[in-house]
């Protein structure tokens, strides 16, 4: 009888404990962010350098994220959305004002992407690394010269072809190839491009938004579609794979660091922003991640074989004519629908 | 022995029942309770978001409408769901060819190989599933260990495309699946009285029959089990057919996971739930059926 109730004291205590945890303020940054893209190295030495310890989750897609944290699940107190979701929440109320005081590292940032269109003068988001959407192929199986969305998907290439599983990304390549605006996502235009995409999804092998230079490295497919930095990794592999930015038009996408209104811990997570603006830790995620970094000071510490890097920075682009996505609403589960159709026809 | 006990009367009557206090419910309320939170509320979420509407950010929006069931009875998802199935039989029946006799083998062995052996079934429970996958697309890509193997010992002279097919898809259902076709069959197999099989073949009967007639219906709840432990996740899994298949021929799995995760459509995807749950509960009371007729 007595081990019973040192038991349930016990367990009585545990249960208070649990309680008077819940009420105390979390002294833990909450850090929502993509797979494969913040390096461990840097949360080890914002915690060294800070104390502040950092608790990170990961998600794979925008649609994700926002699902998580629209369903309240955690409380996040720093989110890594992409442009268009920046907008999206923007709109929606859902993003806190970024004190720049406390942000002197702003400064660090090319011009160019301080003041972008979804978000005018940096009020809410920082940006955390941009890239592109182009062409990588195997160079020794593969002649060339490719330039264009449609020479990815030849018959000659057919089986042999990775793309990015994303709906929205394919169409936007069907889109820019029929001269029709990328945001421009209305049924007639789908409808109208549903025959290209018809055609040229029969030929692709594999859908991968995860890793799509596994199947180029494996020897699985021989050309495709795939993010910048996977495009950049792979070159540096091995030169073969080279990069290309299609003619029809260019996709970039800029993630961003930005702080949701139910964080609880705003001052710490604006010291995070400051601290990955500095362009040595900006430096070790471009290390690790080689997409192309907004931060000027950064670069300028990089090696030239980065640089060089033709998938990280394209040659000669300019990268005012790059096309940003913004955001589609309720068009997304259409755009979903139909790729889901095209796959299972 | 069983004569005896069979034969001899059980002394029934009042004085002997023993009415259930309220002690036995005390010990199974943790259970109750478990399955309330985990299982019976959950799934009623799911059926209440499947009737509502989603706003543009995919927020559910609680008013009540049919559209996602109308939706969903789409000829293509249906033919999604069809191939899914298809695949989840496709991986039971190699399951049972595969693991039936293993079962057998382990279960009729002596009992100290047997521990061995059920330890080196549960072995790949230690690692993850995901990393087991993985490790799969290595082996099979065209620059992996196998292509290698073949060319070396010049079986092939060109690699062979073993990723990215159903072939891959079903190798990957069937190597993660097999441990729980093996398990229960085993464990019908191991309280198979000797005996009865010795007293089948005194009586005449040849090896095919004993089997048909003694053995297979003595272990016939392992094997409704072990179906129905394989079917039913294999149905919905959406990792591994993802992973080997390369997503060109989504399973109603990965539908159902991309309406939460990019197409913000949650209502939609929980109607899709709700429907491969009334097809688990087919499944169930069908397999019930079987055994309950059988014993009968």
Redesign the interface.
């Given at each position: 009888m007595t081990k019973h109730k040192t038991k349930l004291f016990a367990a009585a205590c545990a249960g208070a404990l649990l309680l008077a945890g819940c009420g105390k303020k979390d002294e833990t940054l909450k850090l929502f962010s993509w797979s494969e893209y913040v390096p461990q190295a840097v949360i080890d030495k914002f915690t060294e350098e800070t104390g502040i310890k950092v608790a990170v989750e990961n998600y794979?897609?925008n649609?994700?994220m926002?699902?998580k944290l629209?369903a309240g699940g955690g409380a996040y107190d720093l989110i890594q959305p992409s442009e268009y979701t920046v907008q999206?929440m923007i709109k929606?109320d859902l993003l806190q004002e970024l004190d720049q005081e406390k942000i002197p590292n702003l400064k660090n940032l090319a011009p160019e992407f301080r003041n972008m269109p979804f978000d005018p003068d940096n009020k809410f988001s920082v940006p955390w690394m941009a890239g592109f959407v182009g062409v990588v192929y195997n160079a020794e199986v593969v002649p060339g010269p490719i330039v264009s969305y449609k020479d990815v998907f030849t018959d000659e290439h057919a089986?042999r072809i990775v793309v990015l599983?994303?709906?929205r990304e394919i169409v936007t390549w069907g889109l820019a190839t029929a001269g029709i605006p990328i945001n421009d996502v209305s049924d007639e235009n789908l409808a109208t491009i549903t025959p290209l995409l018809k055609d040229w999804?029969g030929k692709?092998?594999?859908?991968?938004s995860d890793s799509p230079k596994?199947?180029m490295?494996?020897?699985?497919t021989d050309i495709g579609i795939v993010w910048s930095g996977e495009g950049a990794l792979l070159f540096a592999e091995n030169p073969k794979f080279q990069w290309v930015m299609p003619v029809e038009g260019v996709h970039m996408f800029v993630d961003n660091l930005a702080i949701p209104k139910t964080s609880r811990n705003k001052d710490k997570a604006e010291a995070f922003i400051n601290f990955i603006l500095r362009p040595d830790i900006s430096k070790m995620i471009s290390d690790e991640f080689p997409y192309y970094n907004p931060n000027l000071e950064a670069r300028a510490l990089l090696s030239p074989e980065q640089l060089n890097n033709p998938a990280s920075y394209p040659p000669g682009f300019d990268l005012t004519s790059a096309q940003l996505f913004t955001?589609i609403?309720?068009q997304?589960?259409k755009v979903?629908?139909l790729i889901?159709?095209i796959?299972?026809q | 022995m069983a004569v005896t006990a069979a034969t001899a009367v059980l002394p029934t009557g009042p004085s002997l029942q023993r009415r259930a206090g309220l002690g036995p419910w005390f010990a199974v309320t943790p259970m109750l309770g478990w399955l309330a939170l985990f299982v019976i509320v959950p799934t009623l979420m799911l059926v209440v978001v499947s009737f509502c509407e989603?706003?543009?950010?995919?927020?559910i929006v609680y008013s009540f409408t049919f559209e996602n069931y109308t939706r969903a009875f789409d000829w293509?998802w249906l033919?999604?769901l069809g191939?899914s199935v298809w695949y989840a039989f496709l991986t039971t029946v190699i399951c049972l060819v595969l693991g039936y006799p293993v079962a057998y083998f382990i279960g009729r062995s002596s009992e100290r190989v047997r521990g061995l052996l059920i330890m080196l079934v549960m072995i790949p429970f230690w690692t993850s599933f995901l990393i087991r996958t993985y490790a799969w697309?290595?082996i099979l890509?065209?620059?992996?260990l196998l292509n290698a193997l073949l060319m070396t010992l010049k079986i092939t002279s060109a690699?062979i495309?073993f990723?990215?097919t159903p072939f891959a898809v079903i190798l990957g259902l069937v190597y993660n699946f097999l441990p729980f076709m093996i398990l229960p069959i085993y464990t019908s197999v191991e309280k198979l009285d000797g005996s009865l099989i010795e007293a089948a073949y005194d009586l005449g009967a040849r090896p095919a029959r004993v089997f048909s007639r003694v053995v297979l219906p003595l272990t016939q709840p392992g094997i409704a089990a072990g179906i129905l432990l394989v079917f039913v996740p294999a149905i919905a899994m959406f990792a591994i057919t993802n992973l080997m298949g390369?997503?060109?021929?989504?399973t109603i799995g990965e539908?159902i996971q991309?309406?939460?995760?990019?197409?913000?459509?949650?209502p939609?995807g929980a109607a899709l739930g709700v429907l491969l749950l009334a097809i688990f509960i087919f499944s169930l009371w069908l397999s019930s059926k079987f055994r309950r007729g059988h014993e009968a």
């Open positions: 794979s897609s649609e994700e926002l699902a629209l999206a929606e089986g599983d994303d709906a999804l692709v092998k594999v859908f991968d596994t199947a490295s494996n020897g699985d955001d609403g309720e997304a589960s979903d629908e889901t159709t796959k299972v | 989603r706003d543009a950010l995919g927020r293509k033919k999604i191939v697309i290595s890509s065209q620059e992996g690699p495309g990723m990215y390369g997503g060109a021929n989504p539908v991309n309406q939460f995760t990019r197409a913000r459509n949650q939609f």
